[in-house]
């Protein structure tokens, strides 16, 4: 193999090596921002909602939710769970008891938002009531 040929498929190789390289550190910064700002997005609403029920009890609760379901992005989940794990109220379509994780915090869970026909991976916040229910807050991720 003639030298010149050998020396432009090692510049090709070295090319395409330090592409590949810097694609794969874009892709990872983003991926990791997106995922922040979407854990910073769920965090605030489950905040926001909290000191909701804090300042104006149950009946706020229900109002603000029903807003959000009304009125936010279709990406946004928000759901009040029963101690018997029904949904009192939200925009869940699966049965929240199958899906959701029964700890304080934030997680990742498969779910079905009310009119949609294929479950999406969310990131969710959830945070126990006072009166054993459950605030579910989050957003679809994928």
Request: charge should be neutral; hydrophobic fraction near 45%.
């Amino acid at each position: 193999m003639p030298t010149t040929l050998r020396i432009a498929l090692l510049a090709g190789l070295l090319a395409l090596l330090s592409n590949l390289a810097v694609i794969s550190f874009i892709y990872y910064r983003t991926h990791d921002e997106a995922v922040a700002t979407v854990r910073q997005q769920v965090a605030e609403q489950e905040k926001v909602l909290s000191d909701i029920y804090r300042t104006g009890g149950k009946a706020a609760l229900h109002d603000a939710v029903q807003d959000t379901i009304s009125y936010a992005d279709p990406q946004t989940l928000v759901a009040v769970i029963g101690a018997d794990n029904r949904e009192i109220i939200g925009n869940l379509e699966t049965n929240p008891a199958a899906v959701l994780p029964r700890q304080e915090g934030y997680h990742s869970a498969l779910v079905r938002l009310r009119g949609q026909t294929t479950p999406h991976l969310a990131a969710i916040a959830m945070h126990r009531l006072p009166n054993e229910q459950w605030l579910v807050s989050g957003r679809i991720a994928g």
